[in-house]
């Protein structure tokens, strides 16, 4: 039995509340200058005594030395083991811009590409033209039906989009399009076994019809697809822990996520402050909210070390919003670290407080990550917040007599 | 999907060199006098120095409380699960000798005992013969044919050999001859299954034909074998880390480990200079270099705590050699603890540090038992080392988008 197949088997719903507010990509590293990560730079009073009232820990995404994208960061929070609950390539795209997918579509990514008078790649990126060019194409390839087969094209950013086929007999089990290499032509699409044959069949029309399509517009002059998939069935939250649970996230990628297990998504608008109103204004309807803050990740992403710690003191400054509606489970984390330094996710364990009436509170009383690893918590994995979130709320009963 | 299988898909190579240096059996126990273990009581400022400037913690090799041999503690190290990656004893001595095991080769660890006139054991080590007359007796046995197979012996030290069986249609599951007690009779070897009768009965006739060839070589008349095992077909750590990985140990065993999983060996001279010259000779050829030092390990088997104190610090003093070459990942550890007051190998955790420029540093400034307890790594698997050395060193790419 496994962990989730435990919890479902205990849980019970009961009206106490659990907040998990997520600060993206949360964890860092020190700065040249004062050897203090984002957070310990950054003044946070209010975390600073929420810690000291929590117990506190850090917590590895999917594993030691691994580097989480956003998706295994998530589900690992919201207590899938992020290895084995997989989202595929097309259908995680299709989640990060909102696509509405259905349950039998078939989501493959796609990128614009150059090819030469050979047909061979001479840029998979296709100069990384601009989202208003790729939306212009992908308007031109959008709606095209083959063999009955309706094939939907959205834009992502720069030469990226999502096709998603729609229609009966469709699978997932085909191979890329998409070499990974210039100078190659692009790859017939192959079935991976019989049954997959009229995708693949109706994937390389689809190609054949696009680079037709596309061929004056250059360097956007053909298509690569990879990552083929289908939305997968995830247990939902409210099977598992027997929670009503919302998600209140700006970004399409994480109300996507929120949505494959099962979390409706609120209104978030553009700030902490936003996100922390439409927490108060449907406080009574749910038991679960996933409160999401981008801000963070973005200025890891972009290298910028203080407006990482700006980031954070701006949460820091709303979080009495959050804690004056006294939910009885608090936790605030990241879904990965992503220090300034590294420009990018890394793999460093995520600082982690969580907070209840009975969390047996440790000697941490600051919020950060050196301070959190003499913390209660320990250095644990981050599948283990949900149970112990649920375990605090009292949403556990007794494993065995 | 296993971590190796995980790593596997996420590693890259990259010009960033990763050392391992493996003190054998670092970790200690406090000497009664002065409550301090022995790399507690040794002058390490450069391990120290180092430590200060890494991220520290404490290592179970196979898991809390279990004793590991000196293969299931290098596994660990190398990012094998020890249980899972599983070395049969005859196999591991073969290893430990260098033997250049084929495929199909069955070897099983003999020794040379003393039996009386009625055939009991009356020391199952022959009093420890001198190697050279071990030598000597495995001349006598080595290139014997038995039933078309031929079976190499060669000596190992003292009373040590190891028994080759190599031929068509043999296999390792048979019981062994050892009865592992004197005053017994040596056991008939049997099969397990019967596609296994062959094999037994040629280990028999062998063990028939070295009694008779033994008869006049008192005390060394007659053999014992145990552990018939086949060489284990490891994915290399090439495979896996992508890695060309170079290993420096001086002793057979480790050299042979080292090989299982697809090192290089160099020579490795007899002091730990002697090894760090040859890290910095070979620099430039690997970026994995595995370095053992025996001395540690030697000492605590003899119960001789301040001769492993004095080896800690040999270590000390000559790591200037490997530090200066500046690697982009250090790793200082033991494959077990072996504390001078049990005189062997224990289960105790083992202090390791990991130094690289994005190791998100510790409050810990000594390389010992108990600042480790306090360190960023926490109490971990020592199969964590591997994916947290690679991560370190830049070489494992984003799981998941």
Known sequence: MNTLELIKRISRPTPSKIVLLVLDGLGGLPGPETGKTELETASTPNLDGLAARSVCGLSDPVGPGITPGSAPGHLALFGYDPVSYNIGRGVLEAVGVGFDLQPKDIAARGNFCTVDGAGLITDRRAGRI?????????????????????????????????????????????????????????????????????????????????????????PANMVLLRGFSQQPHFPSMAEIYKLKPAAIASYPMYQGLARLVGMDVLPAGTSIEDEFNTLAQNYGDYDFFFVHVKGT???????????????IEEVDRALPQLTNLQPDVIVVTGDHSTPALLKGHSWHPVPALLYSEYCRTD?????????????????????QIMPLAMANALKLTKFGA
């Open 297 to 311: 990740d973005a200025a890891g992403e972009d290298g910028d070390f203080h407006r990482k710690v700006r980031a």
């Open 130 to 218: 601009p989202t208003e060019k790729n939306a212009e194409l992908c308007r031109l390839l959008d709606g095209m039906v083959v063999d009955k087969i309706k094939v939907l094209v959205h834009p992502v950013r720069e030469h990226r989009f999502i096709a998603v086929f729609r229609g009966e007999g469709l699978s997932p089990d085909v191979t890329d399009s998409d070499p990974q290499q210039v100078g190659a032509a692009p790859d017939i699409i192959t079935a991976l076994s019989p049954a997959d044959e009229k995708m693949a069949a109706i994937a390389n029309q689809f190609v054949a019809q696009a680079k037709t399509v596309l061929a004056e517009h250059i």
């Open 363 to 383: 000697s941490v009383t600051e919020f950060s990550e050196s301070a959190c690893i003499l913390g209660g918590l320990g250095h644990f994995p981050a599948t």
